[in-house]
């Protein structure tokens, strides 16, 4: 590439983008030095002033004011007053990236701007404070810090003394902060740097800056480095020891930090294919898309519903053609359909919970291929919407039609019915209420309706809360309508809600089943219209179901308690617990897959489950422990008090290990049951992965990444092997393996490894995160040498890139990374990214890189990103040779 220099005719072969920070930086001394002679008149001037200032009979104010703004002139004379052409110093994809506000807010959003200034000013006279500035150009735009500095900055440059602006001056400031020119949006960042607007730069006011950078970015851990930092970065700027750097020397690192950030252009092979394609085409395409992708679930439901189909219809002839219909009518042929899908589903129900029964076929029969195991507790919550259905219209048949029926039906009638119900006809409601039948009927119906309220996602994951709180009478109750009385009753409100609501009422209500199932058994034998015991069809559904699911719980009960687990290695993060068993004898699992654990000293009665997160070679189980919720915070703070601090991690991390056989164990006992399947287990049907973990949605991604790794050191121990036995000799079998290399059964075996290719991304909101699975994430760099696994560890609370509260963190960032070769956002060997992915993009190049290929993608975290995930793997697998099977974790 040809650049031009800004000083001669000449055209210089600039090879890469540090020689053109070069060429920049070298016109700009050379500037410099053209207006020597300008700057030591301004100085002058400006001494000149000051003088008359003193003497002047203006007051106070305005003489400091007079004097900082002619300082500010001088400092501005020391800087360069020629600019450089940036086209073709080649900066331009760094200088349209340096933006106060993020992409798409420029000055079209005013209108917004000025909405919020008229909400704002309302009882301030049309004055805007200093502290509401943050809201007022959105808080979704710049964090509260930023903001702060912002205003000082533009204030201090526009000659605004006090803490509040008007209107026209708001107007100013967003003007300034939301123009696209490259050296003004440059020249506002420097002087929110350079506090005291002597033109240089600090170590002090960078150390101030990196503090107010990592504060609106919430990373911890650079804030309280801030000092270690800011050394670097004079280090690194300050190479004649002057004490201070200029703006050159910003501009310059900030460019190298873009440049290196710098997007690749996208490839313009497999571009989704463009909309005017026939419509009816289109529609075929994407229904036979989701025939190949769901035709599992399809037949399933298919079944399902045509077996309760076939039901109901069988009972409503039966019953159409007997004595019952006489009276009734076709409300009792309702009633009975009804309740024949009722029993069917009610054992139907058992079996998409019999973990230890689905694990089993998944593992060793081939029925995974044609059934969608990964779905057994969506299929679970789909039949209780069949159980809902045919309770409704079982209640409101007897209650609403035939029972009135009855109880109105003339003699004559009725002597059809007296075989049933006996000489004397019915007189009331009450009855039916009172008998057997009613009473079981009613109960089932109450402790079913507790069961499945709390199980539904809003309570049992507590996203119900008390807002907009008001009083009806505030003249009774004068403190009513305080926001302190509000405050204590939304409080007041929620600790109920937490009571009633959340993962153990969900757990402990779902056990009111057994109470169900006994009082079903009961209201099945005392039926009115049946009294031959083999038409008691009841008991006859659910007894294998009930067998079968008792069974598992003997099974849980029996290898929880026969398996003694030892405890390894506790660490205690800020909000993670992080747990490490010694695996027991014949513990063999999958990478993937999860176990339940549970921990007596918390509730006797709680299993909950947990991904593992080791790899099926490693002598240890391990499992990570987010708190958020009442058990998982009371297990943080059990293991707290067995656990010390630990010296060599940073504060506020608790550890502690034991070794086995010893006295130095914890008096904390811990129990496990499993393994239990998962979908990500099914990882090696795949040769391409692409892994996705969204905060503590990690957990079982790291086991395959562990996996991956010690896959790829046994192979390359094998291959060593066969070269030292055997040899290089034509003829020798791939396969063959030593015995000093062979797995032990339950073992991971690199015979069976075919993973080309493995894209991680993990996206956590905290800096502190990261920690939880440092080593293993430095062990992948380490071990990886031919780039298997290719590591995205992206952190959302850091501004993206290309905005100005992100700029400085990026700048530490590369300097950082090119001295120790350690990111310092999160601390390991794989530099990391800012904001969420650009999912779309991530699919695209992996499609572009990977045609004709069927590419495996596994995700674990929130429904939200989930379908978007899942969307994108439709949408490209339909629009491109490559084809993504999309998998999701559920629990």
Known sequence: MEAEDGGSNNNVNVNSSDDRMEITLAARQNSVEVHSKATKDANVQHSKWTQLAKRSTFGSMKIRQVSEELQRLAALSKRPLEKYDRAKSGAVHASSGFNFVSKGSGGTNWMAVENNFKKLTENTNGLLPRARFWECIGE??????????????????????????????????????????????????????????????????????????????????????????????MEELDTENLGYIMIEKMEMLLLRAENMEAEAPSKPSQEIKPTHYQ????????????????????????????????????????????????????????????????????????????????????????????????????????????IAI?????????????????????????????????????????????????????????????????????????KVEPKNLKTAS??????????????????????????????????????????????????????????????????????????????????????????????????????????QVFKPEGFKYKSGQYMFVNCAAVSPFEWHPFSITSAPDDDYLSVHIRSVGDWTGEMKEVFSQVCQSSPSERSGVLTAEFIKGTNNTPNVKVSIDGPYG??????????????????IGATPMISIVKDIVNNIKAREEEENAIEDGTGKASGTDSNYFSPSTKKSPGQ????????????????????????????????????????????????????????????????LQSIYYDKHGVDVV????????????????????????????????????????????????????????????????NF
Not at 678 to 695: E, W
Request: a positive charge; proline letters at 3%; one cysteine or more.
């Open 748 to 811: 991971s075996s690199a015979s069976g490894f075919k993973t080309r290719k493995a894209y991680f991304y993990w996206v956590t909101p905290t800096q502190g995160s990261f920690e939880w699975f440092k080593g293993v994430i430095n062990e992948v760099t380490d071990a990886d040498k031919n780039g298997v696994i290719e590591m995205h560890n992206h952190c959302t609370s850091v501004y993206e890139k290309g905005n100005a509260q992100s700029a400085l963190i990026a700048m």
């Open 279 to 386: 419509v009816i085409l289109r529609t075929y395409k994407d229904f036979q898309y989701f025939v190949a992708e769901n035709w599992k679930k399809v037949w399933v439901l298919a079944v399902w519903l045509g077996i309760m189909a076939g039901l109901f219809a069988y009972k409503y002839v039966q019953y159409k053609n007997k004595a019952a219909y006489q009276v009734m009518g076709v409300c009792v042929c309702l009633a009975k359909g009804a309740a024949e899908t009722l029993k069917f589903n009610m054992a139907l129900i058992l079996l998409p919970v019999c973990r230890n029964t689905i694990t089993w076929l998944r593992n060793k029969t081939r029925l995974g291929d044609a059934v969608p195991f990964d779905n057994n507790i969506k299929f679970h919550q789909i039949i209780t919407v069949g």
């Open 678 to 695: 998962a979908p990500a287990q099914d990882y090696k049907s795949y040769d391409l992965l692409l892994l996705i973990g969204s905060g």
């Open 390 to 462: 045919g309770v409704g219209i079982h209640g409101l048949a007897h209650l609403t039609c035939d029972f009135p029926r009855l109880l109105h039906a003339d003699e004559e009638k009725y002597e059809l019915m007296e075989p049933f119900f006996g000489k004397d006809q019915p007189p009331n409601y009450w009855w039916f209420v009172k008998g057997v039948e009613g009473i079981t009927g009613i109960v089932m119906v109450v402790l079913m309706a507790i069961a499945f309220t709390l199980a539904s996602p809003w309570l049992r994951s507590r």
């Open 140 to 233: 979704k735009v710049v964090s509260r810090d930023f903001a702060e500095g912002l205003f000082d900055a533009i204030a201090k440059r526009k000659n605004i003394m006090g803490n509040s602006i008007n209107k026209v001056q708001l107007k100013e400031f967003w003007d300034q902060i939301s123009d696209q020119n490259f050296d003004s949006r440059l020249q506002t960042f420097f002087d929110m740097v350079d506090k005291d607007a002597d033109g240089r730069i600090s170590k002090d006011e960078v150390r101030e800056i990196i503090t107010l950078t990592a504060s609106a970015n919430k990373l911890s851990t650079i804030k309280n480095r801030a000092d270690e930092y800011a050394t670097l970065i």
């Open 826 to 889: 999160t601390g390991t060997r794989v530099k990391s990214h800012f904001a969420r992915p650009n999912w779309k993009k991530v699919y695209k190049d992996i499609a572009d890189k990977h045609k004709d290929s069927r590419v495996g993608v596994f995700y674990c975290g929130p429904l939200p990103l989930g379908e978007v995930l899942k969307d994108l793997a439709a949408e490209y697998s339909n629009a491109t040779s490559t084809k993504f099977d999309f998998h999701k974790e």
């Open 474 to 579: 505030p003249s009774k109750n004068p403190d009513a309508n305080s926001p302190i009385y509000l405050k204590e009753l939304k409080r007041g409100l929620e600790q109920i809600l937490n009571k009633l609501t959340g993962f153990n009422a969900f757990w402990y209500s779902h056990h009111l089943f057994v109470i169900v199932y006994a009082l079903l058994i009961v209201h099945g034998v005392k039926l009115y219209l049946t009294h031959d015991w083999y038409k008691k069809t009841t008991w006859m559904y659910l007894a294998v179901p009930i067998i079968l699911y008792a069974c598992e719980r003997f099974i849980r009960t029996y290898r929880s308690s026969i398996k003694a687990v030892n405890i390894k290695k506790v660490v205690v993060y800020e909000n993670l617990l992080a747990l």
